[in-house]
């Protein structure tokens, strides 16, 4: 598929939208990966920044144990389901069922969330994903530190579940990774950051792809704390 974007359309007629309806709705008439999207039956365009990554970095195979969280309205999850994976998925919002995918409805922060999630993966998870987003502010520092947190609560979940050498994709605003950076490396044997052609020109989402993950393994002792 190509990148290249059509001239501006315009709706014919307001319809009684506000400003910021008619924005958006241009928006998605100009955006070929709407159309794409929309063309092969996925819910949402963001299905190709996954399949960008999984074609890329090779993240999704049959057979594997898969934990999407934010999945509404449920591309990627639809798109792991093709691959044969064997899909938990969650979100704030309701889903419409996607066929082969398990959903529960809730925050995957919550513990009790967490713990239920488990129990429907019955046994661990080879890849957890998250497209996941905080609301935002329009504040630079005040998005990037609930992208952080946000982030953070993935990794907590993603170690809980992960099997040994298993894998996380999670999104961030950029800058985010580097309040990451040291727990990716300890707990992970490899990681790279992702900004996929999906990814809208004007948004400051990149993707952290975190691979190998160390399982039980005690994390590497820090020297400050040995030497104290
Ligand atoms: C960009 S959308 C995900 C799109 C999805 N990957 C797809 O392809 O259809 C982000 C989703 O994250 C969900 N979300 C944000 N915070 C969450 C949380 N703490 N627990 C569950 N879902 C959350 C939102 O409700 C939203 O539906």
């Known amino acids: 598929m190509t990148t ?10 307001r319809g009684g939208r506000t400003a910021s309806q008619i924005r958006w709705l241009e ?14 039956g996925y819910r949402a365009r963001s299905v ?23 999945a509404a309205p449920g591309s990627w999850t639809q798109y792991a389901v093709q691959k044969g994976c064997r899909v938990v ?30 129990e429907l993966l019955e046994g661990p998870a080879d890849v957890v994903l998250s497209d996941a987003a905080p609301s935002t502010t329009g ?21 809980r579940a992960l099997r040994p050498g298993g894998t996380c994709l999670l999104k961030l605003v950029k800058g985010a990774e580097a309040a990451l950076r040291a727990r990716v490396r300890e707990r992970f044997s490899g990681w790279r950051l ?12 990149i993707f952290l792809l975190a691979t190998g993950f160390r399982g039980g393994e005690e994390p590497p002792a ?7």
Do not use: H, W
Not at 194 to 205: G, H, K, M, N, V
């Open 89 to 118: 998925a969650c979100d704030l919002l309701e889903m419409q069922p996607v066929p082969g995918a398990r959903f529960l409805r809730g925050d995957f922060t919550d513990p009790d969330v967490q713990a239920r999630l488990l």
């Open 48 to 70: 190709f920044k996954l399949q960008e990554i999984d074609e890329k970095y090779g993240v999704l195979r049959k057979g594997l144990a898969v934990v999407d969280l934010g």
């Open 194 to 205: 992702i900004r996929p052609a999906a990814t809208r020109a004007e948004s400051s989402e």
């Open 4 to 13: 290249r974007r059509d001239p501006k359309p315009r709706l014919r007629s």
């Open 139 to 159: 504040l630079r520092n005040v998005d990037r530190l609930k992208s952080e947190a946000l982030a953070e609560a993935v990794l907590d979940f993603a170690e």
């Open 222 to 228: 820090d020297p400050e704390a040995r030497a104290a």
């Open 27 to 40: 928006r998605q008439l100009a955006d070929r990966f709407v159309a794409e999207a929309k063309k092969r």
